[in-house]
């Protein structure tokens, strides 16, 4: 059970390169989120997805794009990269439980993606 | 909207001591979900402990502990006898119960145990 990978681990861009970051789940789950963490700070969600074909926007979406095509894939886009997009990248999935005490609603995330825009 | 706060940038301490973490959280939501989550210097977020807004009772595994009080909105969190292992950087985060129950994260809190 491979969980949630993300590709590639590490990755540097020049200004204004565009690029794809990967992720993908193998648990079937619903939810799958894309967050930023820069340095000393904590995780912003950019985009969200509660299944294919459904996608929306977080706290900060711009310069970003994804899509939804499948359930396990979800792949974040950067058009143009700008230097202020340097950050490490999480994937996550979550299987909707509802309000209940199980396991449900617990994200799982990826190992991340560092990227730098030079 | 939602909000975590983790006043506490940075801890130190020395192995063996007892250290808290503070987190305050802000919602309108009745119910919503709280997450502890470690990032140790490897960089992946491993998941602590969730607790349910209508659950209020604190709960301990092992050396862990967390005091949740709806009434001031905080959710801290206790290491006792401290190891230096326990070192990482800790996020406190809150979840909406329904819809896409996206996760809000506080700034963290980096916790150094000196040996």
């Known amino acids: 059970n491979a969980g949630v990978t993300q590709t590639p681990k590490f990755r540097i861009l020049k200004i204004g390169q565009s690029m794809t970051l990967q992720c993908a789940q193998d648990m079937n789950h619903n939810y799958m989120y894309w967050y930023r963490q820069d340095p000393g700070m904590g995780l912003k969600l950019i985009y969200y997805?509660?299944?294919?074909?459904?996608?929306d926007k977080g706290e900060v979406p711009n310069g970003y794009n994804v899509s939804r095509s499948t359930t396990e894939d979800f792949p974040l886009r950067l058009e143009l990269a700008a230097p202020s997009q340097t950050s490490v990248y999480f994937c996550?999935?979550?299987?909707?439980?509802?309000?209940?005490?199980?396991?449900?609603?617990?994200?799982?995330f990826g190992a991340g993606s560092r990227l730098t825009v030079l | 909207a939602q909000k975590v706060t983790q006043a506490q940038t940075e801890i130190s301490v020395v192995e063996k001591e007892d250290v808290t973490l503070d987190c305050v959280y802000e919602?309108?939501?009745?119910?919503?979900?709280l997450f502890w989550y470690k990032q140790p210097p490897s960089g992946e977020l491993v998941f602590l402990i969730r607790?349910?807004?209508?659950?209020?009772q604190n709960e301990i595994s092992g050396r862990y502990s967390w005091n949740f009080q709806k009434s001031t909105s905080s959710f801290n969190f206790t290491i006792t006898a401290s190891q230096v292992v326990d070192s990482a950087v800790y996020f406190c985060?809150?979840?909406?119960?329904?819809?896409?129950?996206?996760?809000?994260f506080g700034q963290g809190t980096r916790l150094t145990i000196n040996p």
């Open positions: 996550a999935s979550n299987q909707w439980g509802g309000l209940t005490k199980s396991g449900a609603n617990v994200l799982t």
């Open positions: 607790r349910n807004s209508f659950d209020e």
């Open positions: 985060a809150l979840s909406e119960a329904t819809g896409a129950q996206k996760l809000v």
């Open positions: 997805s509660v299944g294919a074909g459904i996608t």
């Open positions: 919602t309108r939501d009745t119910t919503y979900y």
